[in-house]
């Protein structure tokens, strides 16, 4: 119940970032060659947000299923690919401008605003880099499983954070395409192996589980805004789409979808598991092989998510002063100093589930949540629209 209510509340923030842009769009605040999803902000709120959830890579989901009405072929777990879809939609003439979601800031709560936005979208992206860090450290320590600096997380950690520096200096994301459908693909067959053994160690429910842990609600609650990452793609996914008005059905589907996945998967486990359940859950499956496997294809898949989850939070640090002031404009020394911290960040994480709770309760309710709520109650203010 909690992950419904959380999943349409997301979708509702969603589709009220839309609704303020559309809206600012109409009152000429803003100017945009792409065509609006709906009349205005107070039309279709209650005909769009409807019965849909949903949970997971948000951004790979809507990606993928509004690839049909966006014209492009491209495939990618991560936001910024999405981007892209845009630059080539402007190539070709059906969009000469992407309104983003910190020019809606900028408009509604002027410089303030923007910087807010994009603080919020640097830590976010900053946050899920240290995550997949952490992540591929612990999985290839386990793999690994020796004694000493080589049976270390924090080693492998920083092993991956060395070897993702040339990445970062890629000037093309799109030389990274065919590592990113991998990653789709990788995705689903750990998703296959893990169901699997939920099947297989399920003959009965564990004498360990409890219905409702009252104590575990507030990890909860991190983590499954942590899953909704996906909020700095909703504009350029729905402005790149051949018609933008089906993008709520899109995006409602996707919900719906990843809802059920992460219900199906974490019920599932945790039936299968009990109490010995752990984070994540391929510590929980049994050494062998084939887990063994899984585990290191996902860190190959994470690993190649970095750049994609990186470029736009360079895209916005590097359009600041500070950057020309102090680094001198210098690419390399700075994307450099980026990925190390964030790399030393990951390595002296304790616990990779906290950690998830608090990017997800800090910026992922930040982001997701509060500031689309306030730009669009403040844009109909701001131009009397109530």
């Not at 009405?69 to 630059?87: L, M, Q």
């Not at 860090?133 to 690994?144: P, S």
């Not at 010995?276 to 998510?305: C, E, G, H, R, W």
């Amino acid at each position: 119940v909690c992950l419904v209510l959380i999943s349409v509340v997301s979708y509702y923030c969603s589709i009220l970032l839309i609704h303020t842009k559309d809206y600012l769009i109409e009152q000429g605040a803003i100017k945009s060659s792409g065509p609006s999803m709906s009349g205005g902000p107070a039309q279709g709120i209650s005909h769009h947000v409807g019965v849909g959830a949903g949970v997971g890579p948000l951004d790979a989901s809507v990606s993928r299923m509004s690839e049909s009405n966006a014209g492009t072929n491209d495939i990618t777990p991560s936001s910024t690919y999405a981007a892209t879809d845009i630059s080539k939609a402007g190539k070709s003439g059906s969009l000469s401008h992407s309104v983003t979601f910190q020019e809606l800031g900028l408009k509604v709560f002027g410089q303030r605003g923007k910087w807010a936005i994009e603080a919020g979208i640097c830590v976010s992206q900053v946050s899920f880099v240290c995550a997949y860090f952490l992540f591929i450290g612990d999985n290839v320590a386990a793999v690994v499983n020796k004694d000493g600096i080589f049976g270390s997380g924090t080693f492998y950690t920083l092993i991956a954070t060395v070897a993702a520096v040339p990445l970062v200096y890629l000037k093309s994301i799109k030389k990274l395409v065919p590592a990113a459908i991998l990653a789709d693909v990788i995705i689903i067959f750990g998703l296959g192996v893990i169901f699997a053994y939920d099947f297989i160690t399920i003959d009965r429910v564990h004498e360990t589980v409890s219905a409702f842990t009252p104590s575990g609600l507030p990890l909860f609650f991190g983590i499954a805004v942590f899953a909704f990452e996906g909020i700095n793609i909703i504009l350029p996914v729905e402005q790149s789409m051949e018609d933008p008005k089906k993008f709520s059905g899109v995006l409602r589907q996707s919900y719906v979808h990843l809802t059920v996945v992460m219900i199906l998967l974490g019920a599932l486990s945790y039936s299968a598991f009990g109490e010995s359940t752990q984070t994540p859950i391929l510590f929980s499956l049994p050494d062998n092989d084939l887990v063994k496997s899984v585990q290191i294809m996902y860190s190959i898949a994470l690993f190649f998510s970095v750049p994609l989850q990186m470029v736009p939070a360079f895209n916005i640090m590097e359009s600041y002063p500070f950057y020309k002031n102090v680094f001198g404009g210098n690419m390399y020394v700075f994307r450099l100093l980026v990925i190390v911290a964030a790399g030393g960040i990951a390595s002296v994480i304790p616990n990779f589930g906290l950690f998830l709770n608090l990017i997800g309760a800090v910026a992922g309710t930040a982001t997701a949540f509060i500031l689309p709520s306030m730009l669009y109650m403040t844009a109909l203010d701001k131009w009397h629209a109530w």
